[in-house]
């Protein structure tokens, strides 16, 4: 629990979050202290604070691209929304159209994905103001943007690989706990379908840090192709990362087979013991600052290890029979998971070349890129991709949110109504409902806290701390607990307003009324313009098979021709299990959808469970391949690579036909 903490405390987003609450207030304050008026120091205020959730960790070029698209989407809404705050019926066209234009701006990443909800948010805001002058507003707003902007770019150029240096910490984080659940194939105890469940959620969490890390990475010229040791460095943890994500997959084979080979043996226990060392030991390179601490370490449990490895080792020699070979690959496995280790230490205190290192040119093909043409862009405009039906989705709840603030005129808050919608509705059903039920939990715990600390202080000072304090934690929780995040704010607008506005009874009864409004509205939407999982699930199945296949393709060519670089194969092996970890994702999602029941998921599971053998095989091969000089390894790849062909067979076939649900099946048989 104390390591869990301190990791939470010493992460990136508590840095961002005292960034973001100090250039959200310092600057306003101080311009509010010079002499301007209250509303340029609240209008620039409230530009920087919606512009700082604009800005996810990324790298220099990430961060410029931002500011020049946040900055000018930021003061045409503002300006086009001020202007039109008089006139009723135009403005309500005004926000369909923002709610649809905006929600597109997804089709370019999730970067500016944020850019495009923060402008609905920020319209949302604006409103609230109820502007008088739209030409100083707006310049207000982009005045508060540019000096987040500011302090954020210079931030970027002082600590070039700050993003960087947290993304790694957090990839072997996650591959420590992805290895801990390993562990858990091993015991007899545990059901197998628990077991590839939590595998299959952590698989898409690797997934996405990894390929955040490859972002990060590839796409800085500075540190690619500019400064050979700050290249090497860097490269080496990654191809390490990359290299362990690897081998705990090939960990993954039929574990029925194993329970049920390996439980007479006694080993399954020590096998266990092995692992979660292991995990320790990769769990100790998420903690860059104190690695000299943990090198003593590693070489403790590396003695443990060895132990427990000359004990299974002793066991495979007393057996005959088919756990004699399953005992091989796992002791062999575990000693290049060792190897690896000690590769990428030795890397980091000596900073030695990288060898079969992947040439500069290649690196672009493993970034996955945006839209970046105009046929791709109209090729996405259609009512069968679903972030185009969410922006029609968003469209109408946002022109029904204007409509309703307009039949409710004598109200002052009903702006919280769009503002509602802005930040729940989401395409997936389960995901918008999770929102919407954290929202309103988080809502009314807040605006509990926040009248008992009306009521226990009186204390202007201590209050507007108090305040502050709700931002910080805002900020803090906002992308790992976003229900704390609400309690965090709620509590800081309820102290915040009433300060400056009083009224308190009219603050909470607005803020309860129309949350709920905005609430339901987006569960309405849903069932108005569904976003349906399963057909992205069926052409992910579809991806998975296929990737898999072109896995496979490469690692047999390379059996008859020698491999000049790892390109190849790595590109191969990245796609496969991109895919597969996206499926996954998919699947935990559709359980939570309304359309869930219309699904056979046993067949699904199984074809989930053997994509996840085929390509745990698929990788041993792929460790094999660099041995096939060796005349047994070399066997061994040939008679692997035939017992494969069939799985692959099956796995093509289940993907063709895994879109046939209960219904159809029952017509059919």
Known sequence: MRGQIMRFVQGEHSGDALRNVSISILPALAIYLLGAHANTAIGIGVGSLLTTLTDPPGNRKDKLHSALICIPTFFIATLLTAYLFPYHWPLVILLGLAGFICTLYGLFGPRYAAIGNMTLILMSFVIGLTPQQPITVSLHIATGACIYYFFSLLQAYVLPYRSLRHAMANGFHGLSQFLLIRAQSYDPNIPLNLTYSRVGKIHGQISEQQEQIRSLLFREKKIIGYQWHKSNYWLSQVYGLIDLHELII????????????????????????????????????????????????????????????SKLNAIQEQQNGPAKPILSSIVTNIEAIIEVLNRIQVAFYQNQEIKNRIGTEEYQQFINRPLSSLHEIKDKLNTKNPLFRFALRMALL??????????????KYTYWILLTIAIVARPAFSMTKSRNIERIV??????????????ACHDITLLLLISTLGLFGFFLFNRSNYMVSVIFITVGIVIALNLFEGNINLILGSRIAFTLIGAFLTIVGYYLIPVRQSTSMIQLAKEVSLYNQYYF??????????????????????????????FSASINQMRKEPEHKWLDWTYIHYFQALSYRINSHLVGLSILLSKKNQVHAQGDLYDRINALKPLLTDLEQIAEHINLNKAKREILN
């Open 250 to 309: 090939a960990l993954d084979h039929d574990y029925d087979a194993i329970r049920k080979n390996l439980s007479p043996t006694g080993s399954l226990p020590l096998i266990r013991h092995a692992i979660n060392l292991l995990a320790l030991e990769i769990e100790s390179f998420s903690h860059p600052k104190t690695r000299f601490r943990y090198e003593h370490q590693l070489y403790y449990n590396n003695i443990k290890i060895n132990e427990i490895l």
């Open 398 to 411: 946002f022109s029904v949110g204007a409509l309703i603030g307009i039949l409710f005129l004598d109200f």
């Open 442 to 455: 988080g809502t009314f715990s807040g605006i509990l806290t926040g009248l008992f600390c009306l009521s």
């Open 553 to 582: 393709e490469v690692i047999n060519k390379g059996l008859y021709h020698d491999l000049e670089s790892s390109f190849d194969l790595r590109l191969a092996r990245k796609k496969a299990q991109t895919a597969m970890a996206l």
